[in-house]
C-alpha cells in the first residue's frame, strides 16, 4: 500500500497511528493515513508559528513561490487526480477538473494586490490604512472538493503573509496530503502544514492557542462548534457553510433550453455542493412538464465508479451521507411525494443512489426545508412570484439562489430579493476566482475568495503620522 505522509516543518511524517480511507465506489477502505496526535499537531502549530516571521515580511517572494506552487499543480503528479476519483467518488475528468482549477485559484491570487491605502499625506501627516498578516491559520476543509477547497484558503491566507495548518476531511485526506507533499518541496519549512485525523483533530485545531484565525467549510452544526469554540480565545474565522439554495423559474422560459442547466445546477458532483440547486419553484402551468424533462435528464446519466469510462456521476462520498440522502426521500415519501425517477440506492456495493426526482412536495417536508447534499431534487409548484420568492427566503440559509427567465433583466429583480450571498439569473454555480462567495443567515460569516476573500486573512493597521 502506497504511504501518505503528513507535512510538518516541512518534512513528511508518517504519524504514530494510521485510520483507514474508504472508497465510496465499493464502500471498502483502501487506503491508510497517519491520524494526527496532539503531540503531532502541536509540532505542526509551532512550526507553523516560526515560520510567520520570515514569511510575513516580503510579499513579492511570497507571490513568486505561490506561483511556483500553482505551476507545480498545472503539471499534477501521477495518480493526483485518480487518487481524488478513489477518495471522493466523483468522474475522473472532473477530478482532473478540481485540479486544473486548484493550479488556476492559485494562479489567480498570487495575482492580488494587498492594497494599503493612502487617507491623508499633507504638512499636517500622512495617514495609511495597512493590511497586515492574522499569524498562524487553521483551515478546515470538507469532503466534497478537497483538493479546490483547500487552496481558496490556502493561496490567500499565503499571500497575506500568514501560515497554515491545514486539515482535510477524515473521508478525503489523500489528495490533500499529496498538496501538501508537492508544495513542501516549494515552499519554506512550517509556511504549510497538513495534517490528517477525525474530526476530533479539528476540535483540537480550533482550540489550540497558537491559531489566529480559523478558516472553515463545513456543515452549518460544525461552523456553529467552531464558532464557540473560537470565541474564548476571540480568534478572527471566516466560515462557508451549507446552503438551501432555491431556483426560481420564471413564467417566461423556454423549459427544453432550462431543464438541462437546472439538472447540472443540482446534480453536478452528485449533488454535494454547498451551493447546488437543492430545490426547484416552477409555475404551476409548467410543472408537469417540468417534472418530465427533469425526470427524462435523469433517468439517462450515466451512474458508476468514477474511474469507468463515461461515467457522468459518482456515488454519494461516505455512508452516513449516504444514509441521510435515503432518509430524507424516504420521509418524503412517508408524506405523500411522487418519486418521479429513481428514489433508491444502486447495487449492493459503495454508496451509489439514483439520480431523484422528487414531484407532489412541498415545504414543510424535510427534503425541501433541509440541505440533502444529494443526489435527490424536489420541484414545488408555485402561483405567483411573489409567493415562490417568500418561500426561497423562509429558511435560515442564505448560500445562493437563481432566477431563470427569458427576460434578463426581470429575472435580475427577482434574484435581487433573494436573502443570499449569490444572487444568479439563468445560470447557478457560477463561481470564480475573482468573485466573493459567501452565504448571508446560517450560511456563513466572511467570504472568500477574490480580494474580499484576501482581505478576510489580514487585519487593520492605521498609521498615521503628525508631521508638525
Ligand atoms: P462537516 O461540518 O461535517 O465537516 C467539515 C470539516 O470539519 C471536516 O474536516 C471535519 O473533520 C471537521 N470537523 C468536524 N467536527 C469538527 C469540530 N467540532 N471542530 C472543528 N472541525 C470539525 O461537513 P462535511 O460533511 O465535511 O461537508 C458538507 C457540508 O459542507 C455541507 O453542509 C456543505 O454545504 C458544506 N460546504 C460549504 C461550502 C461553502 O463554501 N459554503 C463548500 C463546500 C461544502
Redesign the pocket.
Known sequence: MAEYTMTIDGKGVKGSKTVGVVNPATGKVFAQVPDCTRAELDQAMEAAKRAFGSWSRDLSARRNLLNECAAALQSPPEGLARMLTQEQGKPLAKASQEIMGTALWCQYTASLDIPNEVIQDNAAGKVEIRRKPVGVVAA??????PIM?AM?KIAPALLAGNTVVL?????TPITSLMLGEVLRGILPPGVLNVVS???????W??SHPVPRK?S????????K??AA?AAPDLKRFT?????NDAAIVLADVDLSAVAPKIFWGAFENSG????AIKRVYVPEAMYPSMLEKLGELAKNVKVGDGLEAGTELGPIN?K??FERVTELVEDAKKHGAKIVTGGSRMGKDGYFFQPTIVGGISDGVRLVDE?Q?GPALPIIPYKDVDDAVRRANATTYG?SGSVWSSNPDRGAEVAAQLECGSAWVNQHLAIAPNLP???AKW??IGV?NGTWGLLGFTEIQVVNVARN
Open positions: 478546515i476543509t470538507p469532503w466534497n472538493y477547497l481558496w486539515k482535510p476531511s477524515p473521508f485525523g477525525g474530526d476530533e483533530l479539528g476540535a485545531m480550533t480559523i472553515f467549510t463545513g456543515s452549518v452544526e460544525t461552523g462548534k467552531v469554540s466560515l462557508e457553510l451549507g446552503g454535494q455542493i454547498c451551493s461516505n452516513p451521507q440541505e447534499f448560500l462567495f459567501g452565504g450560511s456563513g472568500e
